[in-house]
């Protein structure tokens, strides 16, 4: 093993990617482009506290039976482990919920980022035929004839109107950092919280190209990108949805088709399986498909496991919230 860790290290240094956005002088200057996470600072307690009841309440949908939490189970990794989820009526989605936690770095919402906020995603779902089904009109009288409403007379000094519903909601979010990994040890000085492979996973994973999509605090999220960059005509098995045109269906620019938001890999681990599509089940395959489709390359298999390994220590579990 020692061994094929030596390799892995001189390959991370001497094989970058075309695309590759880091030198090899900058893995070995120390330049890393992932900053550790670190709770969000000045979110309200009582507007945070309230939104996780929210959160948790089937009350929001129309038929009383999907809240936020069931597409978003905290303490499965922030997704529910499904290719899509499913809403009322047993209504399947058309792409795959991504994990809810972290979602506060990122630079909108959503694979297509058609919601620039927190608080604007919460329009989505609620209203969405295929999840929660309902409408603000028929929320806002639910809230006020149930116990909610002294809640927000309390915490916003008003009757429940959709603006503290969605500030509510965002407020927890924002509360949902997942701190405290080994890896963001290891960022500030413990040397030890990392073994030798999953130091050169991380270093493969630079030295790949990854890194120039997933970094910074929330090892992604923080830009679009087209996905099939050495192939077309998409990933899903069955052929293209007008899902698969991505921000194209946001800005109407052929320039945007097939661009999502980059996903965070904080914690990729943990929320199987992959993509918009929710068709790739295993996080080595998903390795593998982003070397083929981004960098134009077959990663080998011992490069597939030193990566996963070094994802792996992205998230501690101990940071997942109970419901």
């Given at each position: 093993m020692r061994g094929l860790v030596a390799m892995a290290m001189a390959t991370a240094v001497a094989v970058l990617s075309p695309r590759a956005a880091f030198t090899a002088d900058a893995v070995a200057g120390g330049h890393e482009p992932i900053r550790p996470l670190m709770a969000i600072a000045g979110v309200d307690p009582a507007k945070a506290e309230l939104g996780r009841r929210l959160f948790h309440d089937p009350m929001l949908s129309r038929d009383g039976t999907v809240s936020c939490a069931s597409c978003h189970v905290l303490d499965r990794g922030g997704s529910d482990g499904r290719p899509v989820s499913m809403g009322i009526d047993g209504r399947v989605g058309i792409v795959n919920a991504p994990t809810v936690y972290n979602a506060a770095f990122n630079l909108a919402q959503f694979w297509d980022g058609r919601a620039m906020t927190l608080e604007d995603q919460v329009n989505g779902p609620l209203t969405n035929a295929a999840e929660m089904g309902t409408d603000w009109p028929t929320v806002l009288e639910r809230l006020a004839r149930s116990p909610y409403a002294a809640a927000f007379r309390t915490v916003f000094g008003a009757e429940p109107d959709a603006p503290a519903v969605r500030a509510a909601i965002a407020a927890f979010e924002r509360t949902l950092i997942t701190t405290g990994s080994r890896f963001d040890r290891w960022l500030g000085g413990e040397a030890e919280a990392l073994s030798a492979s999953?130091?050169?996973?991380?270093?493969?994973?630079?030295?790949?190209?990854?890194?120039?999509?997933?970094?910074?605090?929330?090892?992604?999220?923080?830009?679009?990108?087209?996905?099939?960059?050495?192939?077309?005509?998409?990933?899903?098995?069955?052929?293209?949805?007008?899902?698969?045109?991505?921000?194209?269906?946001?800005?109407?620019?052929?320039?945007?088709?097939?661009?999502?938001?980059?996903?965070?890999?904080?914690?990729?681990?943990?929320?199987?399986p992959y993509f918009h599509t929710g068709e790739v089940a295993t996080l080595d395959e998903a390795i593998r498909l982003m070397g083929r489709l981004q960098l134009g390359r077959d990663i080998p298999d011992r490069d597939v496991a030193l990566i996963a390994a070094f994802l792996g220590t992205l998230v501690d579990p101990a940071a997942l919230a109970t419901p």
């Open positions: 999953e130091k050169a996973g991380y270093a493969l994973f630079k030295s790949y190209g990854c890194a120039s999509c997933h970094q910074g605090a929330a090892v992604g999220g923080n830009m679009f990108q087209r996905l099939g960059f050495f192939a077309s005509g998409g990933i899903r098995a069955g052929g293209p949805l007008p899902a698969d045109l991505g921000r194209f269906n946001v800005t109407g620019r052929p320039a945007d088709r097939n661009v999502f938001k980059v996903p965070s890999l904080r914690l990729v681990t943990l929320t199987p």
